[in-house]
């Protein structure tokens, strides 16, 4: 059981490309999410995907994409990377949402844009 | 804009006292409160929660406390150890089942 996995842990991108970052649980869970964390600040929200077949904006969308592909795997794509999306990505996920649902975070992808 | 946040980004704790993160929270419509854990290199872990109609929460060598006439949430931690060095969010769900706000952290460094 290896609980939410995330790759790659690391990448260096150019300003204007683009990349996806993977994200999978093997938990069953039905939520998912995707999190920014910059320095000195706490996480915040881009998207979620409340159950497979759903996505919904969180508090950072723009320049941003998802793909709930299935069950257990949620993407997040940047499609033209900008300086200010250097942050490290966390993926999160949760057998649905609200008090009493805990939500277990991936190890992150560390993103570097020059 | 309403938000989470900490009173105080870092905290020196010696070995075995007893550690008090505080959190001030500004939105009345928060009805679910979590605190998370992060050691460094890792991603955040679930401590405890505390719903609104709650005033206090214990868990394995922590509790949460919860007073809303002052908007304000702390988490203790009993006997604290080394390997409670980490840095502590609270998070406040913002009237929505999947939105979480975090809070900036409260980096806590144990003294052997």
């Known amino acids: 059981n290896a609980g939410v996995t995330q790759t790659p842990k690391f990448q260096v991108l150019k300003t204007g490309q683009s990349m996806t970052l993977q994200c999978a649980q093997d938990?069953?869970?039905?939520?998912m999410y995707w999190y920014r964390q910059d320095p000195g600040m706490g996480l915040r929200l881009i998207y979620y995907s409340a159950s497979e077949g759903t996505t919904d904006k969180g508090e950072v969308p723009n320049g941003y994409n998802v793909s709930r592909l299935n069950k257990r795997e949620f993407s997040l794509r940047l499609e033209s990377a900008a300086p200010s999306q250097t942050s490290v990505y966390f993926c999160?996920?949760?057998?649905?949402?609200?008090?009493?649902?805990?939500?277990?975070f991936g190890p992150g992808t560390r993103l570097t844009v020059l | 804009g309403e938000s989470v946040g900490l009173h105080l980004p870092t905290l020196s704790v010696q070995e075995g006292d007893n550690s008090i993160i505080n959190c001030a929270y500004s939105n009345s419509a928060s009805d679910y409160f979590i605190w998370y854990k992060q050691e460094s290199g890792k991603g955040p872990q679930f401590i405890i929660d505390i719903r609104s109609n709650m005033d206090k929460r214990q868990g394995q060598r922590v509790t949460v406390l919860l007073n809303k006439t002052v908007k304000h949430l702390s988490l203790q931690i009993a006997a604290t150890q080394p390997g409670d060095s980490a840095v502590y969010f609270c998070a406040e769900n913002l009237g929505s089942d999947y939105k979480l706000s975090f809070g900036a952290g409260t980096t806590v460094t144990v003294r052997a």
């Open positions: 938990m069953n869970h039905n939520s």
């Open positions: 999160a996920s949760s057998m649905a949402g609200g008090p009493g649902y805990e939500q277990f």
